[in-house]
Protein backbone atom coordinates (compact mmCIF):
# COMPACT_ATOMS: atom_id res chain seq x y z
CA UNK A 1 0.00 0.00 0.00
CA UNK A 2 2.76 2.37 -0.80
CA UNK A 3 2.16 5.96 -1.70
CA UNK A 4 3.24 6.29 -5.08
CA UNK A 5 5.60 9.55 -4.00
CA UNK A 6 6.55 8.16 0.08
CA UNK A 7 10.23 7.87 0.45
CA UNK A 8 11.16 4.08 1.18
CA UNK A 9 12.02 3.54 5.18
CA UNK A 10 15.51 3.52 6.24
CA UNK A 11 15.59 0.18 8.53
CA UNK A 12 18.51 0.74 11.18
CA UNK A 13 19.38 -0.64 14.70
CA UNK A 14 18.09 1.99 17.30
CA UNK A 15 20.87 4.31 18.96
CA UNK A 16 20.80 5.80 22.41
CA UNK A 17 19.77 9.32 21.13
CA UNK A 18 16.53 7.68 19.47
CA UNK A 19 15.12 7.37 22.76
CA UNK A 20 12.98 10.50 23.00
CA UNK A 21 11.26 9.80 19.75
CA UNK A 22 11.16 5.68 20.52
CA UNK A 23 8.98 7.26 23.91
CA UNK A 24 6.88 9.48 21.65
CA UNK A 25 5.82 6.24 19.82
CA UNK A 26 5.26 4.46 22.51
CA UNK A 27 2.39 6.72 23.80
CA UNK A 28 1.17 7.45 20.67
CA UNK A 29 0.70 3.34 20.34
CA UNK A 30 -0.70 3.43 24.15
CA UNK A 31 -3.58 5.67 22.98
CA UNK A 32 -4.49 3.50 20.01
CA UNK A 33 -4.41 0.61 22.59
CA UNK A 34 -6.63 2.64 25.43
CA UNK A 35 -9.33 2.85 22.99
CA UNK A 36 -9.08 -1.00 22.10
CA UNK A 37 -9.11 -1.96 26.17
CA UNK A 38 -9.47 0.92 28.54
CA UNK A 39 -9.30 -1.62 31.07
CA UNK A 40 -6.21 -3.60 30.23
CA UNK A 41 -3.86 -0.18 29.06
CA UNK A 42 -3.44 2.76 29.89
CA UNK A 43 -1.12 6.20 28.99
CA UNK A 44 1.84 6.27 30.29
CA UNK A 45 3.70 9.62 31.99
CA UNK A 46 5.75 11.04 29.20
CA UNK A 47 8.74 11.04 31.29
CA UNK A 48 8.00 7.17 32.49
CA UNK A 49 8.07 6.61 29.45
CA UNK A 50 11.43 7.80 28.25
CA UNK A 51 12.65 6.11 30.59
CA UNK A 52 11.73 3.12 29.82
CA UNK A 53 13.03 3.63 26.28
CA UNK A 54 16.04 4.21 27.73
CA UNK A 55 16.22 1.35 29.88
CA UNK A 56 14.97 -0.99 26.78
CA UNK A 57 18.23 0.61 24.40
CA UNK A 58 20.43 0.02 27.24
CA UNK A 59 19.33 -3.35 27.63
CA UNK A 60 22.19 -5.57 25.68
CA UNK A 61 19.85 -8.96 24.86
CA UNK A 62 17.49 -6.52 23.22
CA UNK A 63 17.68 -5.59 19.45
CA UNK A 64 15.81 -2.39 18.76
CA UNK A 65 15.46 -1.01 14.78
CA UNK A 66 14.02 1.66 14.00
CA UNK A 67 11.98 2.81 10.76
CA UNK A 68 13.14 6.40 9.24
CA UNK A 69 11.69 8.47 6.79
CA UNK A 70 13.70 11.72 6.15
CA UNK A 71 14.94 12.62 9.09
CA UNK A 72 12.04 10.96 11.17
CA UNK A 73 11.58 8.00 13.19
CA UNK A 74 8.10 6.94 12.49
CA UNK A 75 8.14 2.81 13.33
CA UNK A 76 10.04 0.37 15.93
CA UNK A 77 10.63 -2.74 16.58
CA UNK A 78 11.69 -4.80 19.46
CA UNK A 79 12.92 -8.11 19.55
CA UNK A 80 12.94 -9.60 23.17
CA UNK A 81 14.24 -12.60 23.99
CA UNK A 82 12.43 -15.44 25.68
CA UNK A 83 13.72 -17.50 28.41
CA UNK A 84 14.64 -21.07 27.50
CA UNK A 85 12.01 -23.49 29.51
CA UNK A 86 12.89 -25.07 32.81
CA UNK A 87 14.39 -28.24 33.08
CA UNK A 88 11.50 -30.82 32.68
CA UNK A 89 9.36 -28.92 30.31
CA UNK A 90 7.46 -30.53 28.09
CA UNK A 91 8.32 -27.26 25.73
CA UNK A 92 11.13 -27.18 23.19
CA UNK A 93 14.26 -25.63 24.40
CA UNK A 94 14.38 -22.89 21.24
CA UNK A 95 16.07 -19.97 20.75
CA UNK A 96 13.34 -17.37 20.59
CA UNK A 97 12.24 -13.75 20.29
CA UNK A 98 9.16 -11.83 21.30
CA UNK A 99 8.37 -9.13 18.47
CA UNK A 100 6.98 -5.73 19.18
CA UNK A 101 6.07 -3.65 16.20
CA UNK A 102 5.04 0.27 16.53
CA UNK A 103 4.56 2.18 13.36
CA UNK A 104 3.24 6.27 13.99
CA UNK A 105 -0.63 6.45 12.94
CA UNK A 106 0.39 9.28 10.13
CA UNK A 107 2.56 6.40 7.94
CA UNK A 108 0.60 3.09 8.64
CA UNK A 109 -0.64 1.36 5.23
CA UNK A 110 2.78 2.64 4.06
CA UNK A 111 4.29 -0.76 4.25
CA UNK A 112 6.66 0.53 7.19
CA UNK A 113 5.55 -2.21 9.47
CA UNK A 114 6.02 -4.79 7.06
CA UNK A 115 9.78 -3.42 6.48
CA UNK A 116 10.05 -3.29 10.17
CA UNK A 117 8.54 -6.87 10.06
CA UNK A 118 10.89 -8.07 7.23
CA UNK A 119 14.23 -6.65 9.11
CA UNK A 120 13.47 -8.09 12.57
CA UNK A 121 12.83 -11.37 11.01
CA UNK A 122 16.54 -10.93 8.76
CA UNK A 123 17.69 -10.13 12.13
CA UNK A 124 16.69 -12.87 14.47
CA UNK A 125 17.84 -15.58 12.01
CA UNK A 126 21.13 -14.36 11.51
CA UNK A 127 21.28 -14.11 15.40
CA UNK A 128 20.31 -18.11 15.33
CA UNK A 129 16.34 -17.15 17.02
CA UNK A 130 14.48 -20.26 15.62
CA UNK A 131 10.89 -18.92 16.70
CA UNK A 132 9.11 -15.31 16.76
CA UNK A 133 6.12 -14.70 18.86
CA UNK A 134 4.30 -11.80 19.04
CA UNK A 135 0.44 -10.78 20.75
CA UNK A 136 -2.04 -8.92 19.05
CA UNK A 137 -5.27 -7.50 21.00
CA UNK A 138 -7.98 -9.07 19.76
CA UNK A 139 -9.54 -5.86 17.99
CA UNK A 140 -6.39 -4.44 16.81
CA UNK A 141 -7.57 -6.37 13.01
CA UNK A 142 -5.12 -4.07 11.13
CA UNK A 143 -1.73 -5.58 13.00
CA UNK A 144 -3.36 -8.90 12.98
CA UNK A 145 -3.74 -8.70 9.32
CA UNK A 146 -0.11 -7.93 8.78
CA UNK A 147 1.04 -10.64 10.55
CA UNK A 148 -1.46 -13.17 9.03
CA UNK A 149 -0.27 -11.71 5.62
CA UNK A 150 3.35 -12.75 6.87
CA UNK A 151 2.70 -15.97 7.61
CA UNK A 152 2.43 -15.95 11.84
CA UNK A 153 -0.33 -18.28 12.58
CA UNK A 154 -2.50 -18.48 15.50
CA UNK A 155 -0.75 -20.77 18.02
CA UNK A 156 -2.99 -20.43 21.14
CA UNK A 157 -5.55 -17.97 22.58
CA UNK A 158 -5.02 -16.14 25.62
CA UNK A 159 -8.08 -16.03 28.05
CA UNK A 160 -8.70 -13.44 30.95
CA UNK A 161 -11.29 -12.75 33.20
CA UNK A 162 -11.50 -9.60 35.20
CA UNK A 163 -12.09 -10.93 38.95
CA UNK A 164 -12.13 -7.26 40.54
Request: no cysteine; aromatic share 4%; net charge negative.
Given at each position: ?99 GIIVSAAHRGRGIGRALLDAAEDRAARDGVELLTLTA ?28
Amino acid sequence: MNEPDAPEPVIRDAIDGDARALAELARESAEAHVALSPRFYRLPDAADALARAERQLADQGRTTLVAVVGAQIVGAVDLTPLPLPSLGSMVRARRAVDVGIIVSAAHRGRGIGRALLDAAEDRAARDGVELLTLTAWGGNERAIGLYRSAGYEDAGMILHRWIV
